[in-house]
């Protein structure tokens, strides 16, 4: 019986390290995989909601965005969301600013004339 009530928490254990080491792997596999489909070209968000367009990638780890005609900053790779793979109420925003000439509209409110 004392075998018993030693083996019970050894397995729960067990259990936690188990779940522990499958979550860093696929938080892995999915990093790996974000890395491989953004390249130079890729529409994207930023974590802080920023939209806007890969034209370079740095060997720092850095990728600068175009974010509007003649506008580029530069951001931490880690920073960046596939706007590809956005839920479609965010994927609209990303839609419409790709569509429209290098400008970023809303869809709420109508495109500003000066």
Do not use: Q
């Not at 892995?28 to 995989?33: C, I, K, L, M």
């Not at 390249?39 to 720092?60: I, W």
């Amino acid at each position: 019986m004392e075998f018993l009530s030693l083996l019970v928490p050894l397995l729960v254990i067990a259990a936690l390290l188990l779940i522990a080491w499958r979550s860093r792997r696929r938080a892995a596999e999915s990093d790996a995989r974000m890395r491989r489909d953004i390249t130079v070209g890729t529409h994207v968000m930023t974590t802080s909601g920023l939209y806007g367009t890969v034209v370079a990638m740095n060997s720092d780890d850095t990728v600068i965005l175009a974010v509007a005609p003649g506008v580029e900053v530069r951001w931490a790779f880690a920073a960046l969301r596939d706007a590809t793979a956005l839920p479609p109420r965010y994927r609209r925003a990303a839609t419409a600013e790709t569509a429209s000439s290098g400008t970023a509209t809303r869809p709420d409110r109508p495109a500003r004339t000066t």
